[in-house]
């Protein structure tokens, strides 16, 4: 089946504090969303990405484009006011039944074997939503004051978001919702059960400066590991 890969990087990303978006900070000396590109390129031969960008950085897409591995395999489309329009400027390329992958492309050490597993599981159950346990004690804030939730029925929700090309197409049919937080939240209005797969505590997302910390530090640790 075909493969389709929606790298969100329309943000600003205002709480890294920098004027240039934290999609473009250098990581081990390449954009941030470039690795986050190669990680599904490498995932699968056969692999289409829609990258998903603000006007004003097209020009900045385009070039980075250039020196992945793949470049004739990305198709490079502008974003829309929110998260919501941004996925729907990219899905509407998307003509073949196929496994839809939406992911953040500040989540650039996200595994092959998570976007594998993501991809057999949507294959079987329509969707998957990698999402990981919290262990952090976890309060809930009430109209009067707050109280603690059992952390381990609270898990935290990654990206790739995987679903089957014709769920995630018709739920973005759908108007426009505030409850829509991401991808999921989405085709669950549309009535349908969303399968939870086990995500990887690695696979974080770059928002603060302490972030690209811990990611560089993977990210030398991983390439250790491998040519070791």
Same mark, same amino acid.
């Given at each position: 089946?075909?493969?389709?890969?929606?790298?969100?990087?329309?943000?600003?990303?205002?709480?890294?504090? =920098?004027? =240039? !978006?934290?999609?473009?900070?250098?990581?081990?000396?390449?954009?941030?969303?470039?690795?986050?590109?190669?990680?599904?390129?490498?995932?699968?031969?056969?692999?289409?990405?829609?990258?998903?960008?603000?006007?004003?950085?097209?020009? #900045?897409?385009?070039?980075?484009?250039?020196?992945?591995?793949?470049?004739?395999?990305?198709?490079?489309?502008?974003?829309?006011? =929110?998260?919501?329009?941004?996925?729907?400027?990219?899905?509407?390329?998307?003509?073949? !039944?196929?496994?839809?992958?939406?992911?953040?492309?500040?989540?650039?050490?996200?595994?092959?074997?998570?976007?594998?597993?993501?991809?057999?599981?949507?294959?079987?159950?329509?969707?998957?939503?990698?999402?990981?346990?919290? #262990?952090?004690?976890?309060?809930?804030?009430?109209?009067?004051?707050?109280?603690?939730?059992?952390?381990?029925?609270?898990?935290?929700?990654?990206? !790739?978001?995987?679903?089957?090309?014709?769920?995630?197409?018709?739920?973005?049919?759908?108007?426009?919702?505030?409850?829509?937080?991401?991808?999921? @939240?989405?085709?669950?209005?549309?009535?349908?059960?969303?399968?939870?797969?086990?995500?990887?505590? #690695?696979?974080?997302?770059?928002?603060? !400066?302490?972030?690209?910390?811990?990611?560089?530090?993977?990210?030398? @640790?991983?390439?250790?590991?491998?040519?070791?």
């Amino acid at each position: 089946m075909k493969k389709y890969a929606v790298i969100v990087a329309a943000g600003s990303g205002l709480r890294m504090g =920098t004027s =240039t !978006p934290k999609q473009f900070l250098l990581l081990h000396g390449k954009p941030i969303v470039w690795h986050t590109i190669e990680a599904f390129l490498h995932a699968f031969d056969d692999i289409e990405i829609i990258l998903v960008m603000a006007d004003d950085y097209m020009d #900045t897409g385009k070039k980075i484009i250039q020196t992945t591995k793949s470049p004739d395999h990305i198709r490079l489309t502008a974003g829309g006011e =929110t998260r919501f329009h941004s996925v729907k400027n990219g899905i509407q390329y998307i003509h073949h !039944p196929s496994i839809v992958f939406v992911h953040d492309a500040v989540r650039c050490l996200v595994s092959q074997a998570l976007i594998h597993s993501c991809y057999h599981a949507a294959m079987e159950k329509g969707n998957a939503i990698p999402a990981i346990k919290s #262990t952090d004690s976890i309060r809930i804030e009430k109209e009067n004051g707050n109280e603690v939730v059992d952390r381990n029925k609270v898990m935290i929700i990654q990206t !790739p978001q995987t679903f089957q090309s014709d769920i995630i197409k018709s739920a973005f049919a759908q108007d426009y919702s505030e409850i829509f937080t991401d991808e999921a @939240s989405v085709v669950e209005q549309q009535g349908i059960k969303i399968n939870l797969v086990e995500g990887e505590k #690695t696979n974080i997302k770059i928002t603060q !400066p302490i972030d690209l910390i811990i990611a560089e530090h993977l990210l030398k @640790s991983k390439i250790s590991k491998s040519s070791g």
